[in-house]
């Protein structure tokens, strides 16, 4: 817990040393993520495999959702300003069609991730909207050239990803934390 919650990666790195790189890299397509695109070694406990921000919502929302992973809905509906619906989305409800990992496991996982936004690397979530339903991580690639955060409250996923479309760093002193994390909670405070 204690690990995660300061970001620190030695223990991740030896779970998927312990369980299998190719093991894990498998399990990352049950949450939505390309398995062509994590590497097959132990650099995959640090997320260098490549993403988006909407597959990284949709594994968040695996979390979110009891172990389901449901289609992310990026436009719930679209109304007229008189009123009137023009769109709106299906409702996507679990089943045991959907369920990816064991309800356990989506909350244990959740309430290690409560305890990031709780007293670690994102503690200033919880802090600043002042409620303790928060759950989410903060990453920060190699030489800075990204910083994200994922998290969810119930109901909504959100990630923030900050970057260059041309990688370069964004300085010595960014972070996830520093970075994407305010902007997500800016998000989430409405």
Do not use: C
Not at 154 to 176: F, K, M
């Amino acid at each position: 817990k204690e690990a995660l919650k300061r970001s620190k990666n030695l223990v991740t790195i030896r779970l998927v040393q312990l369980l299998g790189a190719s093991a894990m890299r498998d399990w990352t397509a049950r949450f939505g993520f390309d398995v062509q695109r994590q590497p097959d070694n132990l650099t995959l406990a640090l997320g260098t495999g490549s993403t988006t921000p909407l597959q990284l919502a949709g594994a968040y929302g695996v979390l979110a959702n009891g172990g389901h992973l449901l289609p992310s809905t990026v436009i719930r509906r679209v109304a007229t300003a008189s009123g009137a619906v023009v769109f709106e989305a299906p409702a996507h409800v679990p089943d045991d069609a959907n369920q990816v990992t064991s309800a356990r496991n989506a909350f244990l996982t959740d309430t290690l991730l409560q305890e990031v936004t709780r007293a670690g690397t994102a503690a200033r979530a919880q802090a600043t909207l002042k409620r303790p339903d928060l759950y989410g991580k903060t990453g920060t690639t190699n030489d800075v050239v990204d910083a994200w955060f994922a998290g969810f409250q119930p109901g909504l996923v959100a990630v923030v990803w900050i970057g260059y479309d041309e990688p370069r760093s964004l300085g010595s002193h960014a972070s996830g934390g520093s970075l994407a994390l305010p902007a997500w909670i800016a998000f989430m405070g409405k």
